[in-house]
């Protein structure tokens, strides 16, 4: 069973910014699509950005466009979201995901996802 681990989280003030990694547990793992959502508390888990694996195209919420930038390093298999013009509404949990099929897919939804990290907490402060 491939897993996920996010790193990067951690407490910023407004303005600032946090780099997001994941790394999937096996290098050669057949991704399609990868993806990071977030949950603040109280609230339902939503989308934040996509990548498609062997395009590079990129999926982003409203939110977040302009601020944040997903990549991709097919080599080690790690996704990375960086964040930057943190603004306290950005805190909450982030959430790595993944697909290896392309059948149905839809970045922004929760279940086009088979594979889920624990999550890394972002603290933004005002």
């Known amino acids: 069973q491939v897993q996920l681990v996010e790193s990067g989280g951690g407490l910023v003030q407004a303005g600032g910014s946090l780099r997001l990694s994941c790394a999937a547990s096996?290098?050669?793992?057949?991704?399609?699509?990868m993806g990071w959502f977030r949950q603040a508390p109280g609230k339902e888990r939503e989308f934040v950005s996509a990548i498609s694996w062997s395009t590079g195209y990129t999926y982003y919420a409203d939110s977040v466009k302009g601020r944040f930038t997903i990549s991709r390093d097919n080599a080690r298999n790690t996704v990375v979201l960086q964040m930057n013009s943190l603004k306290p509404e950005d805190t909450a949990v982030y959430y790595c995901?993944?697909?290896?099929?392309?059948?149905?897919?839809?970045?922004?939804?929760?279940?086009?996802?088979?594979?889920w990290g624990q999550g890394t907490q972002v603290t933004v402060s005002s």
């Open positions: 096996e290098r050669t793992f057949n991704w399609r699509f």
């Open positions: 995901a993944g697909r290896n099929s392309v059948i149905g897919y839809s970045a922004p939804r929760p279940s086009s996802y088979d594979y």
